[in-house]
């Protein structure tokens, strides 16, 4: 609690105590009345003072102005009537501002529980300078500098771990619970925080570019890009709240005109007056001011607590319509990485043949000869090879040691004489011959991720139509890999700009009640990413360009996240649904309960803080999602 709710508690106690000690006091006359002026300005002089401000800035519609009529109105009755009965003012005033306390502390305490899911913000580095440590503003370290990051210590910037090992809780970043090991070798994002072992990072990235630094910027600026419902809420607030004061007036003074002009009667003022003043209280659109754009701040914490980076309101409402969901392939279904995933037809071991495909292509830096020698896993000896040679689109002819070894494509073995063998497994396919034998061929492909089966079979429960995937790969490939993953279409063989022209048509043939969104990672995805309706990027081993052109980021990387961000945004949008129809109904019921003097000043302060206390409760519920 901060020292402005603290400070209005105890306004709250003061002017309830005084209120209740002048309710049993025998006073009457003007000093009863001056004595209830005390509470009411102890509770209400900043609701007097922001109505005024209003009125002199011509700005004269909003709740301060509502609450300042109402109960000046009700206390103006009260000495007409010289009933000595002020306590109706005061209570409203009093539990409006008992209604606002309670809607602070929980915006507040919404904001303090995103803030600690997303307490990522490093305070300092520990920079090595000459084998000392000094400790500097994240802000000053530059790229290429080497940090140290004790136990129990944020990492401040994005880098490579030059030395140790540990175990990183990415829990803030990603949503997951389980450490991650981390290895000389390993990329590391800021933000993590480092469990065990001293880690030595070289850093690759400045703060401001770091993902510490582009998470809390996107998280801090969410607020600004608006939903339809807010946009809606907004100016349905602008133009509702002149309405209903022009009504109340009418009402004041359209029925007692009546009454002594056309029907003869008494004109009763003061009961009219009295049925103005409450229908102002009820009319109060609080419940719907505050509870919708709350609702959103709460699912877009919610869901950054759970690894998904939503960038506005906007993204989460049109996710949540969501019905197509269009792919690209690599790093995005699959990991990106080739490896070695058959070693077929061997007239050889397979840690033999191995052994000398790696050496063969120990001088090439292309990701197959990458993968070859990962397989292998040993160090490379050079000394061992000799007269390499490159057949530029074949393959590699060189001496391993006193054996001569071929390997490359079905060309390169034509070409040599070679009978080979062909493979019917989807991959690039690397054949071997050794002193002009076949000795076999190895299986390299890009492996699909673990959760990429699993996340297809969500989006479809969670109503998901179609599921499209695009790749540049073979159409061989592309097609083995939407089979495996059951994926309803696949389209193969494109360009980046061929993606664009795919999603586009995709684009003109779904409804408009229907979004499309395109999750990719690459660099070549970020054209793709702003034509979509909705932009997915992978975001921890994502492209910059893409997750800049994205607007939401998945922070592990796992496509399962995607369905969940889905189930996230549905929940939040239903929760603003519910709390539109909950509070238009019930001010519409009590509005018109008012207007035929059956609600009084009782009632109309439920229609306004007990409505406004419900919506909010109910807003709140967006913020917790793990169960999802």
Request: charged share 20%.
């Amino acid at each position: 609690m901060n020292k402005k709710q603290k400070k209005m508690l105890v306004r709250i106690l003061i002017a309830s105590a005084l209120l209740i000690a002048l309710y049993f006091a025998p006073f009457t006359g003007w000093l009863r009345f001056i004595l209830y002026l005390v509470p009411y300005f102890i509770i209400g002089y900043d609701i007097l003072i922001k109505a005024f401000k209003g009125i002199k800035n011509r700005q004269i519609f909003d709740e301060s102005f509502l609450m300042a009529v109402a109960t000046i109105g009700a206390i103006a009755l009260a000495l007409y009537d010289r009933s000595g009965d002020y306590t109706e003012a005061i209570a409203v005033m009093l539990f409006y501002q008992i209604g606002e306390w309670f809607q602070s502390y929980a915006v507040g305490k919404s904001r303090r529980n995103i803030s600690e899911l997303m307490d990522i913000r490093p305070d300092y580095a520990n920079v090595d300078r000459d084998g000392q440590l000094e400790k500097v503003d994240p802000d000053e370290v530059e790229i290429g500098s080497i940090i140290v990051v004790q136990p129990g210590e944020k990492v401040p910037l994005d880098g490579v771990i030059v030395e140790g090992t540990s175990s990183l809780n990415t829990s803030a970043l990603t949503g997951e619970s389980i450490p991650r090991d981390a290895n000389v070798g390993d990329e590391i994002i800021s933000g993590c925080i480092n469990l065990t072992g001293v880690l030595k990072i070289r850093t690759t990235k400045e703060f401001w570019d770091s993902t510490v630094s582009k998470i809390l910027d996107l998280v801090e600026n969410a607020s600004s890009r608006k939903s339809k419902s807010e946009n809606f809420i907004t100016k349905f607030a602008r133009v509702y709240t002149p309405a209903v004061c022009y009504a109340a007036l009418a009402l004041a003074i359209l029925p007692p005109i009546v009454r002594m002009t056309a029907m003869g009667v008494p004109a009763e003022w003061g009961t009219w007056i009295y049925r103005a003043l409450t229908f102002l209280v009820i009319s109060c659109p609080c419940a719907l001011v505050i509870s919708i754009p709350l609702s959103f701040f709460a699912g877009i914490g919610g869901a950054s607590n759970a690894g998904v980076l939503v960038k506005g309101s906007n993204y989460l409402e049109a996710l949540a319509q969501t019905k197509l969901v269009v792919f690209d392939k690599t790093g995005t279904l699959t990991k990106g990485v080739f490896e070695v995933s058959g070693i077929h037809h061997n007239a050889i071991e397979n840690e033999k043949l191995l052994e000398y495909a790696a050496l063969a292509e120990s001088a090439s830096s292309h990701p197959i000869s990458k993968s070859l020698q990962r397989a292998y896993g040993k160090a490379i000896d050079r000394s061992r090879v000799s007269d390499i040679q490159e057949i530029s689109g074949n393959g590699i002819t060189a001496m391993v040691d006193d054996t001569s070894v071929a390997i490359g494509n079905d060309k390169l073995m034509k070409s040599m004489g070679v009978q080979h063998i062909d493979c019917h497994h989807v991959g690039t396919i690397i054949h071997i011959a050794l002193n002009g034998a076949y000795a076999g061929h190895i299986v390299i492909s890009d492996i699909v991720k673990e959760n990429s089966k699993e996340a297809i079979r969500s989006l479809k429960r969670s109503g998901i139509h179609k599921t499209i995937m695009l790749t540049g790969d073979a159409k061989k490939v592309a097609e083995q890999v939407a089979g495996e993953l059951g994926v309803d279409e696949v389209y193969s063989e494109l360009l980046p700009g061929d993606k664009v022209e795919k999603v586009e048509a995709l684009l003109k043939q779904k409804s408009e009640n229907e979004m499309l969104a395109f999750v990719g990672d690459g660099i070549n995805d970020a054209p793709v990413l702003r034509r979509a309706d909705i932009g997915i990027a992978m975001g921890a081993m994502g492209s910059d360009a893409a997750i800049e052109a994205a607007d939401v980021v998945l922070m592990d990387d796992d496509p399962a996240q995607i369905a969940k961000a889905i189930r996230i945004s549905r929940k939040c949008l239903r929760i603003v649904y519910e709390n539109i129809v909950f509070a238009i109904g019930i001010k519409l019921l009590c509005l018109l309960l008012g207007a035929l003097g059956i609600a009084n000043m009782w009632l109309a302060i439920f229609a306004d803080v007990g409505v406004m206390i419900i919506a909010v409760l109910n807003a709140i519920r967006a913020l917790f999602v793990k169960k999802l």
